[in-house]
């Protein structure tokens, strides 16, 4: 099977990343995420995924087909800033398709929990710990292909390679 992760700069927070790419901004404009949850869906018929922020999802779901689940990655340490009460500590991730995960297989949960990462040189760089929830809940197999289509630190494709490596070892996360 082949799978898809979309991590872009999440609508609106494209200036977070105008010193890493040129047309960054273009994520401002909703349009740019309608056109990649489109071709997610044509490119990735087997499975994908699509993180965002919670204060967006009222505006992106309704471009997913009927079919996505929403999942959460909640975050015991986060940023909390002054005067935003409650803070925003969790992050849905979109989620279409994926291998169908039999009785054999241990049930996944559809949230996360890990603290954000600090000190990676960019904004929205994703734990480990994610990483690999996230290839469960694809239901991911050492002989699947995963396309990191943002890849910015580029921990999520070294997380596959490890995941990879390792087969069932990871089926308990
Ligand atoms: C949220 S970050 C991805 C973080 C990554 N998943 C990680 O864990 O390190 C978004 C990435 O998209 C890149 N980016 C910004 N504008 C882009 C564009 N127009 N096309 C492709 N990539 C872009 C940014 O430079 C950044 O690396």
């Known amino acids: 099977m082949r799978f898809a992760y979309a991590d872009p700069p999440y609508l609106g927070c494209g200036r ?14 909703p349009e740019t995420h309608r056109d990649l949850i489109e071709s997610l869906s044509e490119d990735y018929p087997d499975g994908w995924a699509y993180s965002l922020t919670s204060t967006t999802l009222q ?41 169908k995960r039999g009785r054999e297989i241990p049930t996944v949960s559809d949230f996360v ?15 480990e710990r994610f990483c690999y929830w996230l290839f469960e809940v694809l239901g991911a197999e050492a002989g699947d292909d995963l396309v990191d289509l943002f890849p910015g630190t580029g921990i999520v494709g070294r997380c596959w390679d490890h995941f990879r490596s390792q087969g069932d070892l990871f089926k308990a996360i």
Not at 16 to 29: R, S, T, V
Not at 86 to 96: K, M, T
């Open 113 to 127: 929990s890990a603290n954000i990462t600090l000190k990676k040189g960019l904004t929205g760089a994703k734990p």
């Open 59 to 99: 505006t992106i779901l309704p471009m997913c087909p009927p079919d996505v689940r929403v999942m959460a990655w909640v975050k015991p340490f986060a940023s909390f800033k002054p005067n935003v009460n409650p803070a925003y500590a969790w992050e849905p991730v979109i989620v279409r398709g994926g291998r």
């Open 16 to 29: 977070l990343y105008i010193d890493h790419h040129d047309e960054a901004m273009i994520w401002d404009d």
